[in-house]
């Protein structure tokens, strides 16, 4: 009986954090993105503070000609997609340890996938 309760709550939990994935909002992400607008841009080739997040998604870390990673960055061998960014965004010191990135990260969970979801369409 507790393998089958244990089955049913594993199951749930797995069919919630779909639908949370799939009710990411990126209208409220491009609300989250301010906090990086400072730093970054969506326009491919311009860079700020940090690197021009265009082409984001399928991305090498530490890839975009021109650009002064930190050695941390150029070395973490880190394609950027959904997962590794919600590692990043959550806390980027902790994934890329000595990464140059004065950011403490994204908390919330849902103001992260939104954020994502919002990246997803707009660094293409």
């Known amino acids: 009986m507790r393998q089958v309760l244990f089955s049913v709550a594993l199951g749930f939990g797995l069919i919630s954090g779909l639908a949370t994935a799939q009710a990411a909002d990126p209208a409220a992400g491009e609300k989250v993105f ?29 890839s975009i000609e021109g ?39 994204v908390k919330k969970d849902e103001d992260r996938q939104n954020l994502i979801a919002y990246l997803k369409g707009a660094t293409q």
């Open 67 to 105: 650009f002064a990673y930190s050695p941390a960055m150029k070395n973490a061998d880190i394609t950027w997609d959904e997962t590794t960014l919600d590692k990043y965004l959550t806390d980027p010191k902790a994934l890329v340890v000595g990464n140059k990135m004065a950011f403490a990260g």
């Open 34 to 62: 301010a906090l990086c607008r400072t730093c970054h841009t969506l326009e491919a080739g311009k860079n700020r503070v940090g690197p021009s997040l265009h082409g984001l998604f399928g991305r090498k870390s530490g």
